[in-house]
């Protein structure tokens, strides 16, 4: 029988899923351990994550710097040796930082895990940060700023957080070329001392994992004294931002970028499923509305987009797109035109049962290892959240209305409530 390629495929709307439960373990010295068990290849991926980022730094980029550090000297070991010693097992290393917190996240074989853990232990206990290191990685991340600063998608992003939470705000700050030439040594040290060296760490270890595994976690990691938690400076906006503008002129850029949007919540929020749908259907997708007005219709840009970005204490919608600098004031426009029919059109039942499918096939999609299914569990188990938060998303979309869209649109997308940053001009 020969295959009609005009009608479409049948596919099946996902109902539900269900996270494997992870499993606890509290080390001797009380640091919890979260073991996601399972996987088909014999590979495993270690996290160490601290309360250490913006929110805990005496100086803007301590934080920073105190973890990108540990990799460049430990005690009896220079940069070069501690690349080696990795390498020879065969593990991949990474030193992560957001303005939450910093981690230390290793990827080796299973077997290989009671090598590389001393190693591990070593960069949380031993780092020395030699002073020539220290300069020459406040040398790199300068000249990256210096390129990331030619970029009007860059401005645009900074100046707009710095818009929506003021500069001294965690959430606001961006790096400066004289706050990075100002930071001394000692800033740096004290940070890592207090909040990673001493400080509240939680592992997950995601993969094959036997319990001769979480033995040797707790032979090592498990053995070093922890000092009492120490509490996250409180921050708060500094100024209203609804209804501001700003533009950063670039007269020699061909093109502008443009940010819109304002301060929303995180994922304990009542609203954050329905919001989601709803911005699913504004611009969260390939084929959302302001991709099919701005980019297919329109023609004026290759690509737009909206996003609810869910941090620890806070949250904010972003829209965001690249035009020709003529565009811009007719972007604006559209984006508007979008929102404002959200707010008074309900949408159709087929676009509405569309959009719950795909957010239901990328959910069910972004589960296909055991490092994605632990990304979605570190999120409940370092954000507080109840332990079937992601069980009833799949739920939660699907009941969500058409009313919830329109009520959703005019409750948190309303233009005079945003704050507009164009860099490049208009």
């Not at 990108?68 to 930082?97: C, N, Y």
């Not at 100024?239 to 002129?249: D, I, L, N, R, T």
């Not at 087929?350 to 069910?364: C, H, N």
Request: charged share 25%; hydrophobic share 40%.
């Amino acid at each position: 029988m020969s295959l009609d390629r005009t009608i479409a495929p049948d596919f099946k709307v996902i109902q539900s899923i269900h996270l494997p439960e992870p499993q606890s373990h509290i080390l001797d010295n009380g640091v919890a351990l979260h073991v996601i068990n399972i996987g088909e290849q014999p590979v495993v991926r270690l996290e160490c994550i601290f309360e250490a980022g913006n929110w805990y730094e005496s100086e803007l980029a301590a934080s920073y710097f105190a973890i990108k550090m540990l990799p460049e000297g430990v005690e009896g070991m220079m940069s070069q040796e501690i690349s080696e010693a990795f390498d020879r097992l065969g593990a991949f290393t990474e030193m992560t930082h957001t303005s939450d917190r910093a981690g230390i996240v290793v990827y080796c074989l299973s077997r290989f895990l009671p090598d590389v853990l001393p190693l591990v232990q070593k960069l949380i206990l031993g780092a020395s940060f030699p002073e020539k290191e220290f300069k020459e990685l406040k040398n790199i991340t300068v000249q990256n700023l210096k390129v990331n600063k030619e970029k009007t998608a860059y401005l645009a992003t900074t100046e707009f957080r710095a818009l929506l939470f003021g500069l001294a705000h965690p959430y606001g700050q961006s790096q400066t070329e004289e706050g990075i030439d100002a930071l001394e040594i000692d800033a740096v040290l004290e940070h890592y001392r207090r909040f990673i060296r001493n400080g509240k760490c939680t592992l997950v270890l995601a993969g094959q994992v036997t319990e001769a595994n979480v033995a040797q976690v707790n032979a090592t990691l498990g053995q070093t004294a922890i000092a009492a938690e120490t509490e996250p400076v409180l921050f708060q906006a500094e100024s209203p931002y609804q209804g501001s503008e700003a533009v950063v002129e670039r007269p020699e850029s061909v093109q502008s970028s443009i940010r819109m949007g304002r301060v929303l919540f995180n994922r304990h929020h009542p609203d954050y499923f329905k919001m989601l749908v709803t911005n699913e259907i504004l611009g969260g997708y390939f084929g959302s509305r302001l991709m099919k007005n701005i980019r297919e219709e329109k023609g004026l840009t290759y690509g737009i987009s909206s996003h609810l970005v869910t941090l620890r204490n806070e949250g904010y919608l972003m829209i965001g797109t690249d035009v020709k600098k003529d565009f811009t004031q007719q972007t604006i426009d559209e984006i508007k035109k979008e929102i404002h029919r959200l707010q008074t059109e309900l949408v159709g039942a087929e676009e509405l049962q569309t959009v719950k499918s795909f957010m239901a096939g990328e959910f069910a999609g972004s589960l296909n290892t055991a490092f994605e299914v632990a990304d979605r569990r570190k999120v409940l188990l370092l954000d507080s959240l109840p332990a079937d938060f992601f069980n009833q998303y799949i739920d939660r979309i699907h009941a969500t209305t058409a009313d919830d869209v329109m009520k959703m649109a005019n409750r948190y997308l309303r233009p005079e409530d945003m704050v507009t940053v164009v860099a490049g001009g208009k």
